[in-house]
T-cell receptor, first 113, second 117 residues
Framework: GENVEQHPSTLSVQEGDSAVIKCTYS??????FPWYKQELGKRPQLIID?????GEKKDQRIAVTLNKTAKHFSLHITETQPEDSAVYFC????????????FGTGTQLKVEL | GAVVSQHPSRVICKSGTSVKIECRSL??????MFWYRQFPKKSLMLMAT?????????EQGVEKDKFLINHASLTLSTLTVTSAHPEDSSFYIC?????????????FGPGTRLTVT
């Protein structure tokens, strides 16, 4: 089955700096890669996703890049703000795989003033 | 749109008892629902996938007789933790996929915090 690895496990940045979180996946059939933000005790919230037919997608301060050949994808947050502090999860899924999401291990992002 | 609720939000039960958690899609019909378990500071682990009107498909290592899943209608799925033990204490989250949505869209419920004493 699919295996998703995520790094780093914790990330501390100064407000205004950029943050980058990286994930790798094992199943070349995966073709959908969402990123979720989860605050303590809350549900995961989809912040951006990318499908395998594109290499990059951007939404304001958030961007995701995908390298299908290397089987890795990354989340980029620019101009970080304290409210960006949360746990971020990457995930992977593929058509026909029961639509199941396989999650990465998570990254605790802390944005310091 | 695409709101998913869970009930209860928190539950405390004694060891050996059973607990039922409900997952409802409030404004859409959910043909598929997923149940996840999340231990503190850990990732979401898929437990099972349930399709309306059919038996749930459990992930490897998940005991189907301990975690009973019923998806009796297009808006409701239930997870029953039978003979709960302290090691079952966790955050249980459901998600739902609608019949009219794209294959990869899932909408998450707010989660249920289970504590077994």
């Amino acid at each position: 089955g699919e295996n998703v690895e995520q790094h780093p496990s914790t990330l501390s940045v100064q407000e205004g700096d950029s943050a980058v979180i990286k994930c790798t996946y094992s199943d070349s059939a995966s073709n959908y890669f969402p990123w979720y933000k989860q605050e303590l005790g809350k549900r995961p919230q989809l912040i951006i996703d990318i499908r395998s037919n594109v290499g990059e997608k951007k939404d304001q301060r958030i961007a995701v890049t995908l390298n299908k050949t290397a089987k890795h994808f990354s989340l980029h947050i620019t101009e970080t703000q304290p409210e960006d502090s949360a746990v971020y999860f990457c995930a992977a899924a593929y058509t026909g795989g029961g639509n199941k999401l396989t999650f990465g291990t998570g990254t605790q992002l802390k944005v310091e003033l | 749109g695409a709101v998913v609720s869970q009930h209860p939000s928190r539950v405390i039960c004694k060891s050996g008892t059973s607990v039922k958690i409900e997952c409802r899609s409030l404004d859409f019909q959910a043909t598929t629902m997923f149940w996840y378990r999340q231990f503190p500071k850990k990732s979401l682990m898929l437990m099972a996938t349930s399709n309306e009107g059919s038996k749930a498909t459990y992930e490897q290592g998940v005991e189907k007789d301990k975690f009973l899943i019923n998806h009796a209608s297009l808006t409701l799925s239930t997870l029953t933790v039978t003979s709960a033990h302290p090691e079952d204490s966790s955050f249980y989250i459901c998600s739902a996929r609608g019949s009219g949505g794209v294959w990869y869209e899932q909408y998450f419920g707010p989660g249920t915090r289970l504590t077994v004493t």
